[in-house]
C-alpha cells in the first residue's frame, strides 16, 4: 500500500478538554414561549469534563464508554466540527476548529451513523469529486483508488448509484472516500453499527492492514468489543466525560479478570456454596460461582473433596464484562 505523510511528536494532544452544551429551556404554554424569549433559562450539559491523553503516529485506539460517555463529542473537537469550552485539543498541532487546509489535507473522519457521500451518484462519481477537492493527480489518484478498492471487494460496485448499495457496500465506500487524500490520523466513529458479520469482518480486516501498512494513526469507537480487541492494543475509556482509563488492552484485561468463575456440576442436593465463593447461579444441578484467581485451585480441591463433581468449568470473564466492569466505576474527580 501507500504510506501516509510521518510527522514527529504527539499526532494527538488533548489537555484537560472540557464541552458544554447549553440547552436553552422553554416553559410550558404561550407565557412559557414569552418567558423564554426575554429571560431565557439554560440547562448545561457537561459532556466533556477535562480529559487529557495524547496519540502517537501509527497508533490504532480503541476510544471507548457507554452511551452519552463523551466520545462524539470529543472526536468532534478533534475534527474541527465543534470548539471546545475549555482545555486544548491539538491534531499535528493544529488547532482542529481553525480548519486550516494543511490540518484539514491530514485528517478524516468516518461516523457510521452519517452519510457523507452522494446518495443519487455512483460512488466513482464521488471519489472523483474528492479527487478534484484535495487535488489529487491523477496516477495517484488511480493506485490510490485500486490500493482501497481492492482489498473492500468494491470492484463491482463503483458505477452503482449508493442509495441502491447494501449497508454494509456504503460504508466501505465511505471509507474509500475518507482515505483517498492519504490522512495520516483517521476517526472512525462506530464505522461497524449495524453492518451485517461479513461487512464487520471485512472493515476489520481492512483496518488492521491499512494501519499496519500505512502508518496512519487511527481513533475507533465501537460497541463490537470484537472490533477492538482485534484492532486496538490501546484503549481509553472515558464514562460521564471523565477519562476512566488509559493503557493497553491487556492490562486492562488483566487488571479486570482478577475473578473467575467455576461452573459445576453436581448431584450433591442443598449443598452450600456460599463459603467457597459468590453464588452467581444455580439451576439444574450446575451453580455458577465467582472466586478470586488466586484461589482457583484451593477451591476446587476442597469441593471435589465435599461432593460428587460430574463436570467443572473455569471460564475467565470476556472482554464485554470486563469494560462493563471499568464502565461501572465510578469516575476519579479531577
Ligand atoms: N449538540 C448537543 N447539544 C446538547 N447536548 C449534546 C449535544 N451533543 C451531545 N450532547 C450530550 O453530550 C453528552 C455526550 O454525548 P456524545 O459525545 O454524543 O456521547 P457518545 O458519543 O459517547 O455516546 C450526552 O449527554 C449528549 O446528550
Ligand atoms: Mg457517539
Same mark, same amino acid.
Given at each position: 500500500?501507500?504510506?501516509?505523510?510521518?510527522?514527529?511528536?504527539?499526532?494527538?494532544?488533548?489537555?484537560?478538554?472540557?464541552?458544554?452544551?447549553? %440547552? *436553552?429551556?422553554?416553559?410550558?404554554?404561550?407565557?412559557?414561549?414569552?418567558?423564554?424569549?426575554?429571560?431565557?433559562?439554560?440547562?448545561?450539559? &457537561?459532556?466533556?469534563?477535562?480529559?487529557?491523553?495524547?496519540?502517537?503516529?501509527?497508533?490504532?485506539?480503541?476510544?471507548? /464508554? #457507554?452511551?452519552? *460517555? /463523551?466520545?462524539?463529542?470529543?472526536?468532534?473537537?478533534?475534527?474541527?466540527?465543534?470548539?471546545?469550552?475549555?482545555?486544548?485539543?491539538?491534531?499535528? /498541532?493544529?488547532?482542529?476548529?481553525?480548519?486550516? #487546509?494543511?490540518?484539514?489535507?491530514?485528517?478524516?473522519?468516518?461516523?457510521?451513523?452519517?452519510?457523507?457521500?452522494?446518495?443519487?451518484?455512483? *460512488?466513482?462519481e464521488s471519489f472523483t469529486l474528492l479527487k478534484e477537492i484535495y487535488g489529487i493527480p491523477e496516477s495517484d489518484y488511480k493506485q490510490r483508488l485500486d490500493l482501497l478498492v481492492g482489498p473492500l471487494?468494491?470492484?463491482?460496485?463503483?458505477?452503482?448509484?449508493?442509495?441502491?448499495?447494501?449497508?454494509?457496500?456504503?460504508?466501505?465506500?465511505?471509507?474509500?472516500?475518507?482515505?483517498?487524500?492519504?490522512?495520516?490520523?483517521?476517526?472512525?466513529?462506530?464505522?461497524?453499527?449495524?453492518?451485517?458479520?461479513?461487512?464487520?469482518?471485512?472493515?476489520?480486516?481492512?483496518?488492521?492492514?491499512?494501519?499496519?501498512?500505512?502508518?496512519?494513526?487511527?481513533?475507533?469507537?465501537?460497541?463490537?468489543?470484537?472490533?477492538?480487541?482485534?484492532?486496538?492494543?490501546?484503549?481509553?475509556?472515558?464514562?460521564?466525560?471523565?477519562?476512566?482509563?488509559?493503557?493497553?488492552?491487556?492490562?486492562?484485561?488483566?487488571?479486570?479478570?482478577?475473578?473467575?468463575?467455576?461452573?459445576?456440576?453436581?448431584?450433591?442436593?442443598?449443598?452450600?456454596?456460599?463459603?467457597?465463593?459468590?453464588?452467581?447461579?444455580?439451576?439444574?444441578?450446575?451453580?455458577?460461582? &465467582?472466586?478470586?484467581?488466586?484461589?482457583?485451585?484451593?477451591?476446587?480441591?476442597? %469441593?471435589?473433596?465435599?461432593?460428587?463433581?460430574?463436570?467443572?468449568?473455569?471460564?475467565?470473564?470476556?472482554? &464485554? !464484562?470486563?469494560? !462493563?466492569?471499568?464502565?461501572?466505576?465510578?469516575?476519579?474527580?479531577?
Amino acid at each position: 500500500m501507500f504510506h501516509v505523510k510521518q510527522f514527529g511528536g504527539p499526532v494527538i494532544h488533548v489537555d484537560g478538554l472540557r464541552k458544554e452544551f447549553r %440547552l *436553552a429551556e422553554k416553559q410550558a404554554g404561550f407565557s412559557g414561549t414569552l418567558k423564554a424569549l426575554f429571560n431565557p433559562t439554560y440547562k448545561v450539559v &457537561e459532556a466533556v469534563k477535562g480529559v487529557s491523553f495524547s496519540i502517537q503516529q501509527g497508533e490504532f485506539v480503541g476510544f471507548l /464508554g #457507554p452511551n452519552g *460517555a /463523551g466520545k462524539t463529542t470529543t472526536i468532534k473537537i478533534l475534527t474541527g466540527i465543534l470548539y471546545p469550552s475549555g482545555g486544548t485539543a491539538l491534531v499535528h /498541532g493544529h488547532v482542529p476548529f481553525d480548519r486550516k #487546509p494543511e490540518m484539514l489535507q491530514q485528517i478524516a473522519l468516518v461516523m457510521g451513523n452519517r452519510q457523507q457521500l452522494w446518495w443519487d451518484l455512483p *460512488a466513482q462519481e464521488s471519489f472523483t469529486l474528492l479527487k478534484e477537492i484535495y487535488g489529487i493527480p491523477e496516477s495517484d489518484y488511480k493506485q490510490r483508488l485500486d490500493l482501497l478498492v481492492g482489498p473492500l471487494q468494491l470492484e463491482e460496485k463503483l458505477t452503482t448509484q449508493v442509495r441502491k448499495l447494501s449497508l454494509g457496500e456504503r460504508m466501505k465506500c465511505e471509507l474509500v472516500a475518507a482515505l483517498l487524500h492519504r490522512p495520516s490520523v483517521v476517526f472512525l466513529d462506530e464505522p461497524t453499527i449495524g453492518l451485517d458479520l461479513t461487512s464487520q469482518r471485512n472493515i476489520r480486516s481492512f483496518l488492521k492492514e491499512y494501519n499496519r501498512e500505512t502508518g496512519a494513526t487511527i481513533v475507533l469507537t465501537s460497541h463490537y468489543m470484537q472490533d477492538v480487541e482485534e484492532l486496538c492494543e490501546r484503549v481509553i475509556v472515558i464514562n460521564h466525560g471523565t477519562l476512566v482509563y488509559d493503557g493497553t488492552l491487556t492490562a486492562l484485561s488483566a487488571e479486570m479478570s482478577g475473578q473467575r468463575r467455576l461452573r459445576i456440576t453436581s448431584t450433591a442436593q442443598d449443598f452450600d456454596f456460599t463459603p467457597y465463593g459468590n453464588v452467581i447461579s444455580q439451576v439444574d444441578g450446575v451453580t455458577e460461582i &465467582e472466586v478470586a484467581s488466586a484461589d482457583v485451585a484451593d477451591i476446587t480441591a476442597k %469441593l471435589f473433596a465435599q461432593i460428587p463433581i460430574s463436570d467443572l468449568a473455569i471460564d475467565e470473564p470476556g472482554l &464485554e !464484562e470486563t469494560i !462493563e466492569k471499568v464502565f461501572s466505576t465510578p469516575a476519579q474527580p479531577q
